[in-house]
């Protein structure tokens, strides 16, 4: 049977115009249609007819006749938008062209030579934005830039992966430098660490306040180091030599007391410690309570009798890590019985301890009974004290 050819103006409609519009027993296997759109449109579309396909109807992909369609359908080839798809005759020379589906071709206006084309997302045409600088863009994850001037930049963190290297001297050209007022902020969970073969240097015209501990093996300075008041908030760790000769942990703080031993309310039972430390008589006094009628393995304030009475201990809050010197300021002790004692110290686990023992003796007495009643003695001791 010949093969027929159609030429229409319209998809769908039912029209006699229409290509749904031939009667489908009017038809056979590999008919061919031309359908030519009128002005609007301008669309030329090309068909040939499947007479088993019985597929779905979907305009203009697949078109099946309005009467007697059977398993008939119109297939589309392609089709043709003619005058490049705009309705015109020519397009602005460099402009670009997007589709829009079914519908005509779309023109992007011409971009500058300083714009860069940014992609709109799903059926919306992509923008040109205009870009600052020069030269190539860059594209790679980790991009390195070249001599970048930022500006003022505002971000909420800038990160490297490896080493920022800059001038190795603060007056290279290579140095960052920072603005009067700026501040550099290291946030980590544990430290931010400087590490240099030989130094740190700081460029100070006025202070360098340090907020928190410092510690360091050497702190130099061709000026010395000093506070505004001449005052460090901490402690500052310093080598040996420069604090105090055989010490070197912690601060080294210098105190001095003075402490009366007398009888309690039962002489021959307790005894009462007084601090009556003074302005001739002390120096950066640290706290003190005193120990009144204090009974053999009892203790009172800031001070204990162990169970034989032989030993006093001064327990501060303070460690003392050393005593450098112990002198009687008045004593009156045992009179009546015309002989000499002898009161000596020791040093243990950060609190002194005060024994007392005749001249000549190395065997501790017990206070309770060395004080008897009008008895008084009056001791000044010097030490060092890390906190």
Do not use: C
């Not at 009628?293 to 003392?320: M, Q, V, Y």
């Amino acid at each position: 049977m010949a093969i027929t050819g159609y030429k229409m103006e319209a998809l769908i409609g039912g029209a006699v115009t229409a290509l749904d519009g031939i009667d489908g027993d009017d038809l056979f296997d590999g008919d061919f249609a031309w359908v030519l759109t009128g002005p609007g449109t301008n669309t030329a579309y090309l068909y040939i007819l499947d007479d088993d396909s019985g597929a779905a109807e979907g305009s203009p992909l697949i078109i099946a006749p309005d009467n007697n369609p059977g398993t008939k359908r119109w297939i589309l080839q392609f089709w043709a938008v003619s005058a490049g798809g705009t309705g015109t005759q020519s397009l602005t020379d460099g402009a670009l062209l997007v589709g829009a589906g079914t519908s005509a071709i779309e023109a992007i206006a011409v971009g500058g030579t300083n714009a860069m084309l940014v992609g709109g997302g799903a059926s919306t045409n992509p923008v040109w934005i205009v870009a600052t600088g020069s030269g190539a863009p860059v594209r790679a994850n980790t991009p390195t830039l070249v001599t970048p001037e930022i500006g003022a930049a505002t971000a909420t963190s800038l990160a490297a992966t490896t080493f920022l290297s800059v001038g190795a001297d603060p007056a290279d050209a290579g140095a960052i430098r920072l603005a009067n007022g700026a501040v550099i902020g290291f946030e980590d969970a544990t430290e931010a660490t400087f590490t240099h073969v030989d130094n740190i240097g700081f460029a100070i015209n006025l202070a360098l306040d340090v907020v928190g501990a410092l510690t360091a093996g050497t702190i130099a300075s061709d000026a010395g180091v000093s506070g505004t008041t001449g005052v460090f908030s901490g402690d500052v760790t310093v080598n040996s030599n420069y604090a105090l000769e055989g010490y070197s942990t912690g601060r080294n703080v210098l105190r001095s007391i003075a402490l009366r031993f007398a009888p309690g309310v039962t002489p021959g039972t307790n005894i009462t410690i007084t601090n009556v430390t003074g302005s001739d008589s002390g120096f950066n006094t640290p706290s003190i309570t005193n120990g009144t009628d204090i009974a053999k393995s009892g203790s009172n304030g800031s001070f204990a009798l162990d169970s034989g009475g032989t030993s006093i201990t001064l327990d501060l809050t303070e460690t003392i890590v050393g005593v450098l010197g112990v002198y009687m300021h008045s004593s009156d002790l045992n009179s009546s019985a015309g002989e000499t004692f002898y009161i000596y110290h020791l040093l243990v686990g950060g609190n002194l301890r005060f024994f007392i023992t005749k001249v000549g003796s190395s065997t501790a007495l017990d206070w309770t009974t060395i004080l008897d009643s009008g008895d008084i003695t009056e001791m000044n001791f010097t030490f060092l004290t890390s906190t």
